[in-house]
């Protein structure tokens, strides 16, 4: 391998990663990617179980998308989406609103996840200010989501160690309410009566409904671990956002594109919301590529009022050659019926690694649904023990865990955000056999880290005894 490690360390700043695993002499460098599999620098193949960071749905190593991007690029490599308009970014928005939900057809782009959620907030500001609404500028995310980390993103998301360091900057107005942990429907129970629901009603009413702008959350959350929704959850949240003049927005970065087995995750849970932000899948990140997908009649709204304009913009949004990948990807999605795929494999998925709970006491729960899941993890299920603070600390962040993913040469994701979680999502082309062998991979994983625990519970101390993981 090339003297990369040394020149990563000394030149590149990666995105959260702890100094001590950039340092370490183990770094993975990777180079080479084909179907749902990557390799290192080295020559070591993993199955890529987080497709990315929920990323490539289509898989890796698509000459289709590559060649849409050469051929943009030497048609027209760039120009910009303000005043002017051009074919790719003309064509993925037609695509994108032939597939959304409702009448959810109108797209603005950008180029990340963040900067979705950012354009969210602003047109629900300017969708207000066009109604006479001047007060409304209150948002009400949920705990533990994610929403991305530039400053107003960051004021929605709701990871406590995310946001304390910069708290002071974060001046915008959230109140977080609850997330659909643990919030299950009960035989005869309505679901405006769950506490999840309830609780969104509570908060928009505390603030003063004439100051709140908008709501957002996933459709399933990833933070905190593939939160499903109680059935009705959607409808209720639709209800009550309707009831109190608030925008909905379905922040559906990771859900949409197929993860949940539909183009749009929303679609899953039958809710048209008003804006839905999208990024990752919508390229399967061959390029990077985000949005907004906002209800047709707002739009016209923030159009014919005074200000004529909705006052947001980025050079490189709606990049031409970003969106003719798009374009590529969606078709390939389409023509291949990738979110199909999805559709006919996800119990398999889903029971298998269900089955993984029933072998490992160190599996406290699976939830998920399509292929987007996580394993939340403890000491020992039979004895209800959690892990103490020093197992967690070794295990996260940049610790055991990571150290028995990659050598079981499987990239699930080890997240140790509100509780030690594996999270599970693999690019939407994995078929059967991928799936069996990822199972068999995490099932390694947890082997070891059931022997890892019993050698914790000795007291032995575990960073240096590599023979006790086994
Ligand atoms: N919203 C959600 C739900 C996400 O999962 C993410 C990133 O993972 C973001 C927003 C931010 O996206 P980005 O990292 O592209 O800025």
Request: net charge negative; hydrophobic share 40%; proline share 5%.
């Amino acid at each position: 391998m090339p003297d990369y490690r040394e020149r990563a360390r000394r030149h590149l700043i990666p995105h959260f990663t702890q100094a001590d695993a950039w340092r370490a002499d183990d770094l993975v460098v990777i180079e080479r990617g084909e179907g749902c599999y990557v390799w290192d620098a080295e020559g070591n193949k993993y199955l890529d179980a987080l497709a990315g960071l929920f990323c490539t749905n289509i898989g890796h190593g698509r000459t289709d998308l590559t060649a849409a991007a050469a051929k943009q690029m030497d048609k027209l490599a760039f120009y910009p989406n303000w005043g002017f308009a051009h074919p790719s970014a003309i064509e993925a928005a037609s695509m994108i609103a032939a597939v959304a939900p409702g009448d959810l057809d109108r797209v603005f782009f950008v180029s990340s996840g963040s900067e979705a959620v950012e354009s969210a907030i602003k047109f629900a500001r300017c969708h207000h200010l066009a109604n006479g609404d001047e007060q409304r500028h209150k948002v009400i995310a949920r705990h533990w989501a994610y929403h991305g980390t530039t400053l107003g993103a960051l004021t929605l998301t709701g990871i406590p160690n995310l946001r304390d360091p910069y708290l002071p900057m974060l001046a915008g107005h959230v109140r977080h309410v609850s997330n659909t942990l643990g919030c299950q429907l009960e035989p005869g129970q309505a679901a405006r009566e769950l506490p999840c629901v309830a609780d969104v009603e509570e908060a928009i009413l505390a603030e003063g409904p004439e100051t709140v702008a908008m709501m957002i959350a996933e459709p399933v959350q990833n933070g905190r671990g593939a939160l499903v929704p109680p059935e009705c959850y959607w409808q209720e949240l639709r209800r009550i956002c309707d009831r109190y003049g608030v925008l909905l927005c379905a922040d559906e970065v990771i859900n949409s594109f197929g993860r949940l087995g539909h183009w749009f995750g929303s679609e899953r849970f039958g809710v048209v919301p008003d804006m839905i932000t999208f990024a990752k899948g919508v390229t399967s990140a061959y390029q990077p590529l985000g949005g907004l997908l906002v209800r047709g009649p707002l739009v016209e709204r923030v159009w014919d009022s005074p200000a004529g304009t909705f006052l947001h913009g980025s050079t490189f949004g709606g990049h031409p050659v970003a969106t003719a990948v798009a374009v590529a990807n969606m078709t390939a999605l389409r023509d291949e019926d990738v979110p199909g795929n999805v559709l006919r494999n996800e119990v398999r998925l889903g029971d298998r690694l269900r089955a993984l709970m029933q072998a490992h006491p160190c599996v406290k729960d699976v939830r998920g649904t399509g292929y987007f899941y996580a394993l939340e993890l403890m000491r020992d299920r039979r004895s209800g023990a959690e892990l103490n603070a020093h197992e967690r600390a070794e295990l996260l962040p940049g610790g055991v865990l990571d150290r028995l993913v990659r050598d079981a040469r499987v990239l699930v994701r080890p997240d140790g955000r509100g509780a030690v979680m594996l999270s599970v999502a693999p690019p939407l082309v994995a078929d059967a056999a991928v799936i069996d062998d990822l199972v068999n991979r995490v099932d390694q994983v947890l082997d070891r880290l059931s022997g890892w625990l019993r050698t914790s519970e000795r007291g032995l101390d575990n960073s240096t005894h590599r023979e006790g993981d086994q």
